[in-house]
């Protein structure tokens, strides 16, 4: 059924065969999401476009690092603004890439939405292979019945999810999700910038962000303030900031 997983406590540590579920394609439909196997639709068309932008920098053209290259952060000023919808058709517009596999990444610990999004049970994720150096983030990849398309979840809610966040372990479980995946694609959905400070701290540890505005809501200095935020945090971090904006695309929803 959809969201089997292989394991009875969520919490448990996982076997190295990690865990599985299938993805309740209905409520995707109903929700005007892209179906992987459905028709090409505009919606489909416009990630298509969106994408080749940002796998462009994964390939290195734009001058991203090689340890950051595999690694998008989709984000929002603020909340409702179309973020964790255009961070799911993203992933499974990518999904359909015949050279690469994704990874989909709930970084939103306090309002997580991907798992029921997708009708795939809850359990342990990201937050927990950060706080827990013993665990190995691998075993908690969802592999998923779409071809391509693997999920990371949350995970358990912490009070210092941005310290964790800032730690060298995030480092250390993002190069174990790429290192030995040359092919996959991490997209990251992060909490809104404005709201929650998680997300400037994992846009340093990425090599682009997919800024997302909700047309007629999202206002010009609630953009121009989340991506200084955004940025401000990246220079700090030795990244490239506002003078050069290959690493940042701007998406708007209507």
């Given at each position: 059924?959809p969201g089997?997983?292989?394991?009875?406590d969520?919490?448990h540590?996982l076997?190295?065969?990690?865990?599985?579920?299938?993805i309740?394609?209905e409520?995707l439909r109903?929700?005007g999401?892209?179906?992987?196997d459905g028709?090409?639709?505009g919606?489909?068309?416009?990630?298509?476009?969106?994408?080749?932008?940002?796998l462009?920098g994964?390939?290195?053209?734009?001058?991203?690092?090689e340890?950051?290259?595999?690694?998008?952060?989709v984000?929002?000023?603020q909340?409702?603004?179309?973020?964790?919808f255009?961070?799911v058709?993203?992933?499974?517009s990518?999904a359909?890439?015949?050279?690469r596999?994704?990874?989909?990444?709930d970084g939103?610990?306090?309002?997580?939405?991907i798992?029921?999004?997708?009708g795939?049970?809850?359990?342990?994720?990201f937050?927990d292979a950060?706080?827990d150096p013993?665990i190995?983030p691998e075993?908690l990849?969802i592999?998923?019945?779409?071809?391509?398309?693997?999920?990371?979840?949350?995970g358990?809610?912490?009070n210092?999810?941005?310290?964790?966040?800032a730690?060298?372990?995030?480092?250390?479980?993002?190069a174990g999700?790429?290192r030995?995946?040359p092919?996959?694609v991490?997209?990251f959905d992060?909490?809104p910038?404005l709201m929650a400070?998680?997300a400037?701290?994992?846009?340093t540890?990425?090599?682009?962000?997919?800024?997302?505005?909700?047309a007629?809501?999202?206002?010009e200095?609630?953009?121009?303030?989340?991506i200084?935020?955004i940025?401000?945090d990246?220079r700090?971090d030795?990244?490239?900031g506002l003078?050069d904006?290959?690493?940042?695309?701007?998406v708007?929803?209507e």
């Open positions: 059924s089997t997983l292989l394991s009875e969520p919490y540590e076997l190295p065969s990690g865990r599985y579920g299938e309740d394609r409520s109903e929700a999401f892209i179906l992987p028709p090409v639709t919606l489909a068309e416009e990630f298509r476009i969106v994408k080749r932008q940002l462009l994964v390939s290195g053209g734009t001058g991203i690092a340890d950051k290259r595999q690694t998008i952060l984000c929002s000023a909340a409702d603004e179309g973020k964790t255009c961070a058709n993203l992933a499974l990518l359909g890439e015949k050279d596999e994704v990874l989909l990444v939103d610990s306090v309002k997580p939405e798992l029921s999004i997708l795939l049970e809850a359990g342990p994720g937050v950060i706080a013993t190995n075993n990849v592999q998923t019945d779409i071809e391509g398309l693997s999920v990371l979840p949350a358990r809610p912490e210092d999810v941005t310290e964790l966040l730690s060298e372990r995030t480092r250390e479980v993002l999700l790429t030995r995946r092919k996959r991490v997209i992060s909490p910038a400070s998680p400037s701290v994992l846009a540890h990425v090599g682009q962000v997919m800024m997302v505005v909700r007629d809501k999202t206002t200095a609630d953009l121009r303030e989340a200084a935020l940025l401000e990246r700090e030795g990244l490239r003078p904006d290959a690493d940042r695309t701007v708007t929803v």
